[in-house]
C-alpha cells in the first residue's frame, strides 16, 4: 500500500477518464491521496510528451506513481517513473540502456483493460521520432496491481476486442518463443486456455471479465520472461502507419504465422487448446468475435508495405522459432487484404 501522507502522481487516459473515474474503488483512492493528475493524450506513448511530464513533476519527487488505464498508460507510467529516478544522462539513451536511477517511485498499476499485461512486466513500450523503442529494466514492473473487473466490464466493444486478442496473441507467442522457459510456457498455455473459449464463443456480452483479467495477467507474466515474436514484430507499422488498434493488428498477422508454423513440435498442443487446423481456427474465432475492421485494405499496397517493413522489430524478429524472409515479410502483409476478407464473410475459408 500506499503510505499516508505520501505524495502520487497519477497517469490516466483522456478518452476513458470521464467515466473510469466513477468507479468507487478508484474515487476512494482519489479521496485518501489527493494526487496530482497527468493525462496521456497522444494514440501511443510518445517520449518528447512523457519527457515534458517528467520535468515538470522531477523536483516534486513523487512517492509513487499510479497508472489507471490500459497498457499505454501503464507503460507510459513506467517510462515516467524511470526517467523521474535519472539524474543525468540523456532520455534516449537511458531507455534503450534501460537505465534507471537509485531511487524509483513506486509504481501502481489499476489496468482498467485485460489485454496488455503490462501491469506484470518490467517493459514498457515508447515512440520516439517515429521509431518504437522498449525501455526495460525490473525496477519498472508495478510493485502493487489493482484490478477492476467494473472497469474492464466498462470498455466499449471494440477496446475489449482488441486487448483481448493481444493477450490471446501474446499467449500464444509466448509458448513458441525462442526465449520461452518451462515456466513461462507454463503462464502461457493457462493464459490461452482461460482465454481460447470466450473467444470462441464470440466474447459474449456475459462473459466473465475475471477471466479475461486472469488470461491478460498470465500473457504478460510469460512474456515478461518469454517475449514476443514474428506476429508482435509485424504489428507496430499496422499501428503506427494505419491507424490500426493494437491488438487487432497481431491478431491479423497471427493466422499466417499459425500456418507458417504448423511443423513446430509444439504447434500440437497449441492445436489441442484451439483447434486444428491452427489457421483455420483463428480465422472462425476472428469470425465470432467481429473486431471492428476499419482498416482500407486498399490500403495495403506496395508502397505502405515498404513502410510497414521498416517498423519492423528486429529484435522480436529475432526471437521467432524460425526465421522469416524479408519476401515473407511482405507477403505477410499482403495476406491481411485476404484476412480481412474472411473476417467480414465475403470469401469462404479456402481448403
Ligand atoms: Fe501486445
Redesign the pocket.
Known sequence: MIESGSSVLLVTGERSWEAVSKIRLYSGFFDKYYPTRVSIGTVVPELDNLIEIVKRFRDDKPDAIVAIGG?KIIDSAKVIAGLISCKSGDPVSNISKGVVGDYVPKIVAMPTTA???SEATSFAVVYHKGKKMSYNNEKLVPEEVIFSVDAVKMQPRNVLVSSAL??T??AIESIWAISATESSKKMAFESLRTIWRHMKGGLSEDCEAEDLIRAANLSGRA?NISK?TGP?AL?YGLTMVLDVP??IA?SLLMSGFLKRHQDLPVMEEICKVIGFPASEAWIEMLQSVKPSLEIVTEEINHDTVEELVSWVNEERMSNNPIPIRKQEICDSFFNIIETVDLIRGSRAIEE
Open positions: 497498457g489485454g496488455s499485461g493481444d493477450a496473441c501474446q512474456i514476443t508482435h504489428s493494437h491488438g497481431v
